[in-house]
């Protein structure tokens, strides 16, 4: 069965300073989604990344795929206010798509 | 940009009584989806839907069902809510291809 873990769970960070979150997923899969959820809010499409090596960036948001190491992250450079959210991590077919249980993020000045 | 819209946002509603969500999307997505997500906590998938008359249980028990009648419109109904229930319900839709899935803002379901 697939599983989806997410570290760290919950993240405190000043603004300007990096970070990474991570993405672990037990068994093979091409392709990883990123989404953000702000509190009460639906989830937003951050990342759609489809094979070893895929790269994105918007924005201070960095995502990548090691499709071999099943792991993805999720790079924040210079953390703003705004991107205070939870994001998650999802992997697998459509049918079936497991959700990391999500990063809390939460940008201070 | 995504259309995918669900009725009602909010609901209370008492033990007993029958509810359909619904979830509708404009964008000719074949693939529908209904999760579940309790809050500050991870989606589940309750229902799925690869076109009309196509419907399947997700990885989550729920007693509740699901139709397809038209490409754009996915209902959820639960015959007789219990307080269990009381939950956000999120539909989301995607296309072939990259199956990126897009969400609907949600119904927050509150059952006494």
């Known amino acids: 069965e697939l599983k989806v873990e997410q570290n760290p769970l919950f993240l405190s960070m000043q603004e300007e300073k990096n970070y990474t979150i991570y993405c672990n997923y037990s068994t093979t899969s091409d392709r990883l989604y990123w989404y953000r959820q702000d509190p009460g809010k639906s989830l937003e499409s951050l990342f759609v990344?489809?094979?070893?090596?895929a790269v994105k960036q918007e924005g201070r948001l960095m995502a990548s795929l090691d499709t071999k190491a099943r792991l993805s992250t999720l790079h924040i450079t210079a953390a703003v206010h705004d991107l205070s959210a939870t994001y998650f991590c999802a992997v697998g077919p459509h049918n079936d798509m497991r959700f990391g249980a999500g990063t809390r993020l939460t940008v201070k000045p | 940009e995504a259309d995918i819209y669900q009725t009602p946002r909010y609901l209370v509603i008492g033990t007993g009584k029958k509810i359909t969500l619904e979830c509708s999307q404009t964008m000719g997505h074949d693939k529908m989806y209904w999760y579940q997500q309790d809050p500050g906590m991870e989606l589940h998938l309750i229902h799925y839907s690869y076109g009309v008359n196509s419907t399947e249980k997700g990885d989550l028990s729920s007693e509740s069902t699901v139709s397809r009648i038209r490409t754009e419109h996915f209902p959820l109904t639960l015959e007789s809510a219990r307080p269990s229930h009381t939950s956000q319900y999120l539909c989301a839709s995607s296309s072939s291809g990259e199956n990126e899935q897009f969400f609907g803002p949600g119904t927050r379901l509150t059952v006494l």
């Open positions: 990344l489809l094979s070893n090596g």
